[in-house]
């Protein structure tokens, strides 16, 4: 069974940096890997997602160019660096894989994590 285990969620304040990771176990890693996250109250969105080759990104746009996703397919991990964190970023983070990057950014989704909390202090 495939699991996906988040790390590296916390308190930061504005302006700050974490990196999270996600670490896939039962399983290598699927072809489009990802990150979503859901703030209180509001829907789960969509934030990263990345290729099998790791040549292949794309990022909501509220977050380009402050965020940016990796993988390292010899350790079955995916990383999303997120700087210049801003009280809006603040939500629970969840890894997730798909098998296109289409079912990615539809949230059709194979497998996804538990989540993580971020929280982006002001």
């Known amino acids: 069974q495939v699991q996906l285990v988040e790390s590296g969620g916390g308190l930061v304040q504005a302006g700050g940096s974490l990196r999270l990771s996600c670490a896939a176990s039962?399983?290598?890693?699927?072809?489009?890997m990802g990150w979503l996250r859901q703030a209180p109250g509001k829907e789960r969105e969509f934030v990263a997602h990345?290729?099998?080759?790791?040549?292949?990104?794309a990022y909501a746009d509220s977050v380009k160019g402050r965020f940016t996703i990796s993988r390292d397919n010899a350790k079955n991990t995916v990383y999303l660096q997120m700087n210049s964190l801003k009280p809006e970023d603040t939500a629970v983070y969840y890894c997730?894989?798909?098998?296109?990057?289409?079912?990615?950014?539809?949230?059709?989704?194979?497998?996804w994590g538990q989540g993580i909390q971020v929280t982006v202090s002001s």
């Open positions: 990345i290729s099998w080759s790791g040549i292949t990104t």
């Open positions: 997730a894989a798909a098998a296109t990057a289409q079912a990615m950014g539809s949230m059709h989704l194979a497998y």
């Open positions: 039962g399983h290598t890693l699927s072809n489009v």
